[in-house]
């Protein structure tokens, strides 16, 4: 069977990295700037025994930084397909409060992506990361690179100033249109730099506070895109809801159906039922899936999403709660579990598949 891993997560060793790759303005504040040079901003929350599993770097390797390690543990072993590359650090440019900066190092960053990465292993597949909080710097660099074959979506961090349905955001909507990228919004940078605290309480105290909350961030985008229209508006542009958990969704969703019903008056380009649009062109990676202690609570909750259509397989390598192919597609219910292995990341990012063996 085939197998296409959404969620490989991927940095380089040092900002040194990008240099090459920067304009000499830019080279120079990343060089020179505070004490020890430029630091990106970064997780105000620390996993008390490593964010990285230890058995994927060495000594001499800066964590998510080794093509060659991420072969040995990851693409050759499980026999993957496709893997899809989701940035690490440079994520949080984002909420860098220096938009020109940001829109600098996440340009550097794409080209490295494309030269260290995408052209050293043709089973790697990019996510095009892009200044949020920059739209039309965002949509320049969404033309730039996004109709290369070797990229499939658009990351954004789930930490932000502004929910992303906002018109603030359009520039990079109509760019994902016209290049035909998903929009990835992954759980990265809540809280940090100039993104919102974690949650509207204020921010946790601990880390496991923060794991079990950090898709709240998510689930405000999710809201956010569908009552301001987006889909509606941009039709065929499609979103990846990446790494905060999927019990919730079914919920979230059935309330905003209830109360769409009776305040739709307020939110005109919403224009049909909001689950409608979420079946249309919504997707969620497994990572991480709920673990109840009877599985079959897990399936039945999540039915009404149509794991079939919506579910794609996602690892989350190298992170220390890194999610193993055999062990989630086992769980999987047996009639979806193509699907989720391979079919519906397939056709959301147009791959062509290997013919079979014969």
């Not at 890194?322 to 391979?342: E, N």
């Amino acid at each position: 069977m085939p197998l296409i891993d959404c969620d490989i997560h991927f940095g380089f060793a040092a900002m040194d990295d990008l240099v090459d790759y920067l304009d000499p303005a830019n080279r120079d504040l990343v060089l020179h700037s505070g004490t020890f040079g430029f630091e990106l901003p970064s997780y105000i929350y620390t996993h008390p025994t490593g964010w990285i599993r230890k058995d994927t770097y060495t000594e001499e390797e800066a964590p998510s930084s080794s093509l060659e390690r991420l072969r040995e543990k990851l693409l050759d072993p499980y026999d993957l397909t496709y893997g899809i590359l989701i940035p690490e650090w440079i994520m949080s440019a984002s909420i860098l409060p220096n938009l020109y900066l940001a829109a600098a190092l996440t340009s550097a960053h794409n080209d490295f992506m494309r030269e260290r990465w995408l052209e050293e292993d043709a089973r790697l597949r990019g996510s095009l990361v892009v200044p949020a909080q920059f739209p039309e710097a965002a949509a320049r660099e969404i033309r730039r690179l996004g109709r290369r074959d070797d990229v499939v979506q658009i990351a954004l961090p789930g930490g932000a100033r502004i929910p992303y349905g906002n018109p603030f955001y359009d520039p990079i909507w109509q760019a994902a249109q016209e290049t035909g990228l998903a929009v990835a919004i992954h759980t990265h940078y809540e809280g940090a730099g100039i993104a919102g605290p974690v949650t509207a309480a204020g921010y946790p105290d601990f880390y496991v506070e923060y794991h079990t909350l950090c898709g709240v961030s998510l689930m405000g985008h999710l809201i956010s895109i569908l009552c301001h229209g987006v889909l509606e508006r941009f039709p065929g542009v499609k979103v990846v809801i990446m790494e905060g958990g999927l019990a919730w969704v079914p919920g979230l969703v059935w309330r905003l159906d209830t109360n769409w019903k009776s305040c739709r008056s307020e939110i005109p380009s919403c224009k049909r039922r909001p689950s409608e649009y979420l079946f249309e062109s919504i997707r969620f990676t497994t990572q991480p899936l709920e673990d109840p202690e009877d599985d079959d609570l897990l399936w039945q909750a999540l039915a009404w999403l149509r794991p079939d259509e919506l579910l794609l397989y996602a690892s989350d390598y190298p992170h220390w709660d890194f999610d193993d192919p055999t062990h989630t597609l086992r769980r999987v219910p047996a009639p979806w579990r193509d699907a989720v292995a391979y079919r519906n990341a397939q056709e959301l990012h147009g791959l062509p598949l290997p013919a079979p063996v014969a």
